[in-house]
């Protein structure tokens, strides 16, 4: 787990990162990419931990719950350094607007665990990336605000942003909060706006056919398809086509149902196919089943490969993934864009080395 110590200061040219909640490593790729030196890292999944291992051995990961992780361990890790930055990406399930569970989630106030570390590492700003719906939640905002503010720190407004703005070739729309112990940061405009942003065809049309095994990358290999499936993929057309295109001997009984009672519209994505030309819609952890969304390869009669899922979270094409496809497919779904969390990043990464921006 390599939790080695640093005593030195800070060198000239090095920014400081933790990341918390790290999952399989899409926030720190994206921290590295920008410049900085990310020395710790804390997750509690087995799996994630081994994924991220393998990209990125050189940080000091604690495989821990965040609610048994102490604060003096990482103030261990970082010894004399300064902090620049502190990633909190805590788990998102709780606020999402898929998830229809009326229990009670204990998880929502897994974000309020980064007022400890804080207090304790002092960072120069906190980035919080969630989804939109954390903002429903007002107890946990005002605490969170109320607890920051104690500290020093200036909390922003949540900003709702997309991921396609920021160099993803994904519709995925984020909130992000910033805290600073000086004026409030104003997040960096967008790199890849509309008429710009990246495509599915840039990001993975120049990839070779999939097959059913592949010795050069075994992420990139084709989902076995039941025949019924075959056949449905065969009669949505190429490029964005739907479910909507089937014939009735082969739509879903339960989708005519909901024909029946005008509520199809809930699933349309179902079974679509992705458009080449556009971003691709929202991955989810059923990021390669057509069954759960317009998860189908543009033109190609299957699901998108692990592969390309990675690659439209903007992961480098060698990213290496631990686990079985279910595990990996729900890693790369529940991933913080690499490109998203480098270009939000740069701009900490540019007030700390003390550039005009």
């Not at 790199?191 to 120049?206: F, L, Q, Y």
């Not at 999939?210 to 039941?226: E, T």
Request: with cysteine.
């Amino acid at each position: 787990m390599g939790q080695s110590k640093f005593n030195e200061k800070n060198t000239a040219n090095e920014v400081v990162a933790i990341d918390l909640f790290c999952g399989c490593g899409g926030v720190t790729e994206g921290l590295k990419q920008a410049g900085f030196t990310v020395i710790a890292a804390v997750d509690n999944d087995p799996i994630c931990c081994q994924t991220y291992r393998l990209n990125h051995p050189e940080v000091s990961l604690l495989e821990k719950d965040i609610c048994k992780t102490s604060a003096r361990s990482l103030k261990s890790i970082l010894g004399k350094r300064k902090l620049d930055l502190l990633v909190v990406c805590a788990p998102c399930q709780p606020f999402s607007s898929l998830n229809k569970s009326k229990k009670p989630d204990e998880r929502v106030y897994l974000i309020l665990q980064s007022v400890r570390f804080t207090k304790a590492l002092k960072p120069q700003y906190v980035l919080f990336e969630n989804v939109p719906g954390i903002t429903k939640n007002s107890t946990v905002i005002n605490q969170l605000k109320s607890e920051f503010s104690k500290l020093g720190y200036n909390l922003s407004k949540p900003k709702q942003i997309d991921a396609a703005d920021y160099g993803v070739p994904q519709r995925r729309v984020r909130c992000v909060i910033v805290a600073s112990r000086k004026k409030v940061v104003d997040l960096p405009p967008p790199t890849t706006p509309p008429g710009h942003r990246i495509t599915v065809r840039d990001a993975i049309g120049d990839l070779p056919a999939a097959g059913f095994i592949n010795p050069k990358d075994s992420l990139h290999v084709c989902r076995k398809h039941s025949k019924i499936t075959i056949d449905r993929l065969q009669h949505i057309s190429h490029d964005g086509g739907s479910r909507d295109e089937l014939p009735a001997h082969l739509r879903l009984q339960c989708h005519k149902k909901l024909d029946d009672i005008g509520e199809a519209t809930y699933y349309c994505d179902v079974y679509g196919r992705m458009r080449w030309d556009t971003v691709a819609p929202t991955l989810t952890t059923g990021c390669t089943d057509v069954t759960k969304g317009r998860y189908a390869h543009p033109v190609f009669d299957r699901a998108i490969t692990l592969r390309e899922a990675a690659l439209l979270q903007t992961f480098p094409i060698d990213y290496r993934f631990y686990g079985n496809s279910g595990q990996i497919a729900r890693q790369i779904g529940n991933a913080v864009p690499v490109n998203l969390a480098k270009n939000l990043a740069l701009i900490f990464y540019t007030i700390n080395k003390g550039d005009v921006l």
